[in-house]
Structure formats: C-alpha cells, structure tokens
C-alpha cells in the first residue's frame, strides 16, 4: 500500500473513531456541515420517503387523546375504552393526559437528562459499551455497531428492574440522577400497568387472577408484566446544520407491549399515518403512549405497532425520556387465546427478548423487519 493510501486509511478510521463518540462530541467542534457517515440515501432523507411534501411534514398532528382520569372512573371508564381501543387500532399511538404523575417528577427527568448530557465527553464516556445487556449504555445512533448511516442522536439506556441490583449501576453524576430515576421509573412502571389494565378490558379480556405463569396463553399476563422488563432511553438531538440530509431516528417500531414517551417543547417525532409522516404535536406535561411489537403479538394482530422516526432542526436541541415495558425476558409472548378463533387465526408465532437480542445483534435493523420475522405465513 502506498503511503498516500495508508494516510487516507488512517484518517478515515480516525473519523470513524471520531463518530463512535456520538454527536453530541461532534458538534462541540461547531460544524457546519454535515459528515458523509450521516448522510441518508436521497431516497431515505426527511421530505422524499413515500411521496411526503414540505407542507405535510410541517403539519402538526394532534393524537387521539386519552385522559387517564376518565379510564379511572366507573362513570366515564366505558367510553375511554372505546376511544383507547380506536386508538391502537387506527393509530397505534394516542397521546394521555391527566395522569397523576407530578409535574415535579417529570421536569426534574428532563432537567437530569439535560444535564447528564451536558457533561465533558469524558464523564459521559464511562457508560460507553457495545454489549448490549449491559444494565446502562451510553452510545450513538440507533445501533451502531450495524448502522451503515448513523442517526444524529446520542442515548442513555438504563435497564430499571430488578432496581435494587441494577441501581448502582446508573450514572453518578449528575449527583441527583439515581435518585430522579429511580423515582420516574416507579411512576411510570405503575402507570404502564394501569393503562395495560385498560388494554385487556378494551379488547373483551378478563383481568386474569394473579399467580399464574410466565406465557401469555397461561392467563397470568399482568402478574408477568408486573415482574416485567422495562427499559429507559434518554435521547439527546443536538441541533443539525443540514436537518434535510439525516434523522435522529429512522423509520422503526418498538419491540415490548408499551413505550411512554416524556418530550420537550421541540416537535421531531414522526409517525406514519396513512401513507404520510405526520409530527406529533408536543403537549407538555403528557405522555406520548405507542403500540409495541409485542402488544401487536398479543393481540393477534388488532391492535398495530407503528413506523415512527424522528427529525432534526438546525437551532435547537431535544430530549425526549422512552421507558419500554414488556415481559421479563425470559418470557415468551404469544396471541391471546381468546382472541384466536377460525374467522381470526393465530398470526405470530412466540417470540422472547432473547430473539430480539439474536436478531439486531445479527444484522441492521430496520423498520419492522423482526416483526415481520415473526408473523406465520397466512
């Protein structure tokens, strides 16, 4: 190799090395153009996938909206149901309100993230690693020991059960995270398993009697969701010189039965509607709440996981807080039997995190390929 070609190798791993630090570490160096290592085929850059117009991605979309205080009272419970259930079945994503978690739980959440990524590179380097069951993960992208393009988002992953063994893991500094988390991760976990409570009852389910086993068909689906995984990803966009040429997130869905999504005040989350990407209006203080890949198993296909990603601007940053709720991941999940019959047949076959793990170690993800994986042939 000849000596120009070696120094050309070098400082593209040099780049590379650069990239891996994630974006946040890039833009300290105040750029003003985006590198090529972020820079979508034209094909799958914001404004030209399936058809959209500057017009349409513009557009805010205000979600069905579900007041959590309706689905706690006997007189108006019945009609937040249905509205829940339209909800997941024409959405996949509805937007809840009235909630019960203070609103000094949410914003001190914010304010923790904020300032976590704040922090000199070197702090927030500690919680860097590529192995993917590590209880906390500092990293870029979306997955980027596969991603081809990366994402222009930085994340913290936090793993929140069992607590008391994965706590002292989580990051010290700021000197208030674990406790901020701590607390929005048990005000979340048990408004998960509410709203999954209202689930059941929305598509003809009983509330199964506590005690039973791990599978889904077993009947004990709360007891499990109850002892159940739950993820939390803090995600930081930093502001992008070029936001037409990449993505903070591309086009995916998400893998449990719920996400709930805490945003700031920036827009940037997309979902598709129809055959539009539409961005969600951010209402402050609520919850953006999605269908997952595993709550679509459940059941049986009527209620959808959705496509969503999320865009980038050129003045400001954003945070947004995800907790991902599903089974323990020892568990498998398969369709409820009660919503199997001849006129319905079973259309996923089991599926465990464990699978998941397999599947987006083994190659790029993207969009719904590992449902689509799972789904048996018609």
Known sequence: MSPAMVGTAAEASDDERQFQKGVKHLCEKAISRVPGKYILPVHERPGRAYGEDAAMRRKLLSLPLIDFAELRSSLDRPRALRSLATACEQYGFFQLVNHGIPDEVISSMIDASTRFFGQPYEERAKYMSSDMTSPVRYGTSFNQSKDKVFCWRDFLKITCEPMPQVLPHWPSSPTDMRRVVASYAKETKYLFLKIMEA???????????????????????????????????????????????????????????????????????????????????????????????????????????????????????????????????????????????????????????????????SCEPKKKNFLESRKLSS
Not at 306 to 317: A, K, M
Not at 328 to 343: F, M, Q, R, Y
């Open 199 to 361: 689930i059941l009852e929305s598509l003809g389910l009983p509330l199964p009697a506590p005690g039973r086993g791990c599978v889904a068909e077993d009947g004990g689906i709360m007891d499990r969701l109850q002892e159940g995984s739950q993820m939390m990803v803090t995600n930081f966009y930093p502001p992008c010189p070029e936001p037409d040429l990449t993505l903070g997130m591309p086009p995916h869905s998400d893998y449990g039965f719920l996400t709930l999504l805490l945003q700031d005040r920036v827009p940037g989350l997309q979902i598709l509607h129809g055959d539009n990407w539409v961005t969600v209006k951010p209402i402050p203080g609520s919850f953006v709440v999605n269908v997952g890949d595993h709550l679509e198993i459940f059941s049986n296909g009527r209620y959808k996981s959705v496509l969503h990603r999320v865009l980038v601007n050129s003045t400001e940053s954003r945070i947004s807080v995800a907790t991902l709720h599903s089974l323990p991941k020892e568990c498998s999940i398969s369709p409820a039997l009660e919503l199997i019959d001849e006129g319905n047949p079973r259309r996923y076959m089991d599926t465990d995190f464990a699978s998941f793990l397999a599947y987006i170690s």
